[in-house]
């Protein structure tokens, strides 16, 4: 290992510079993200580790720059124990979706802009923001430290958060896409949330920084609330959680039960 003295110390100004190289890679990868490469999830999570997280080994950029103390935008949808719940499970960064281009899990982005709070960064970092049917919890620095150090991001481990591995793996948030009684499960959850954490951040840090989402029409479910249009065009697959009871209130939100609803047709 090198002396002190043959180390350069960085200044100030070399780490406003790095704050602004890992934003311009943060922009990139949401891009090629939201361009339909969505394993670009795992490079976006080491950016944000390399933003965001401490260990007794290495220092995040915020904490350099002296910032990680200010409140971060975060635009999860409501707790799911506030109230009964109609979801078996809760992914409050990211929407159920079904629209032309097929069915699949995306990121709010702007579309819930006005549900939006900032919060200190260390509720923003812990709080829960994906609860799979079983009660398996993940924050975000869960999502963020498993995807970049165990998932492929930056290291390929043997074995992974177990959470993350039944959500990821073997869709324990239940939910499916189909047509007719031919359903498939419906992941990418985690590369979801993922994809808009990296967008909170992006608006923490840039605020005139905005991304709407591309999708003008279909189906979207997230937590409790519908995101957009309710309206499922014939030609797309639908969405619907797993064991839907008859006289639950259907999942669309319509406040109609299931069975005078979406469960007359599935």
Known sequence: MADREDQYELTQEDFEQQLEDQLQF????AKVYDDGFESEA???????????????????VLTHLGIKNQPFLDTALKDP???????????????????????????????????????DFETWWTQPVIID????KLSRADLIRT??????????????????????????????????????PLRGAEGASIRQIAHEVLKTL?????????????FAVSGFE???????????????????RRNECC????????????????
């Not at 943060?26 to 990868?29: A, F």
């Not at 080491?46 to 995040?60: E, P, Q």
Request: net charge positive; charged share 25%; glycine share 6%.
């Open 147 to 184: 995807a970049a150090d165990q998932d492929g991001g930056k290291h390929v481990d043997a074995r992974l958060n177990r959470a993350y591995a039944e959500i990821s793996r073997k869709n324990s948030l239940q939910w499916f896409s189909g047509r007719s009684e031919e359903f498939s």
């Open 81 to 119: 124990h506030s109230e009964t719940p109609v979801l078996k499970s809760y992914s409050g960064l990211v929407a159920a979706y079904s629209g032309p281009e097929g069915a699949r899990f995306i990121p709010h982005l702007d579309t819930t802009a006005s549900t939006s709070r900032l919060v």
């Open 42 to 60: 795992k490079r976006l999570a080491v950016t944000l580790r390399v933003l965001l997280h401490d260990t007794r080994s290495s220092t995040s």
């Open 206 to 218: 840039r605020p005139n920084y905005t991304k709407a989402t591309t999708h003008e029409t279909g």
């Open 251 to 266: 999942y669309c939100g319509s406040g109609l039960r299931y069975k005078h609803c979406h469960g007359r047709t599935s």
């Open 133 to 136: 049917t079983e009660s398996r």
């Open 226 to 244: 519908i995101v957009f249009s309710p309206c499922i065009p014939d030609s797309a697959s639908r969405i619907i959680p797993q064991e839907m």
């Open 26 to 29: 943060l922009e990139n990868s």
